[in-house]
């Protein structure tokens, strides 16, 4: 049993490209980070773990005070640290 995998994906210049840096595969769901319901975790269990973590890397200082809970759990998770 497979589960199909969402990866997020960037928006501008590398508009398509999944943020985990994979290739794009047939089998596989691509949505724009911007775009996706990525605040539902019934949608985050979906996705790639490594666009997650690149995704909750990408906020920087100013915006983690105001990240949303599941980024901070996933910073946590990944040894990032608040900051
Ligand atoms: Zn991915």
Redesign the pocket.
């Known amino acids: 049993m497979s589960v199909k995998k969402t990866?997020l994906t960037l928006t501008g210049y590398y508009a398509g490209q999944?943020i985990?840096g994979?290739k794009r595969d047939e089998g596989e769901h691509y949505i724009h980070a911007a775009y996706s319901p990525i605040h539902k975790p019934s949608f985050r269990d979906t996705v790639?773990v490594?666009?997650l973590k690149v995704y909750a890397e990408s906020y920087d200082e100013d915006e983690l005070e105001t990240a949303p809970e599941w980024v901070m759990e996933f910073r946590k998770g990944f040894g990032l640290g608040p900051h």
């Open positions: 990866h999944p985990c994979g790639c490594e666009c």
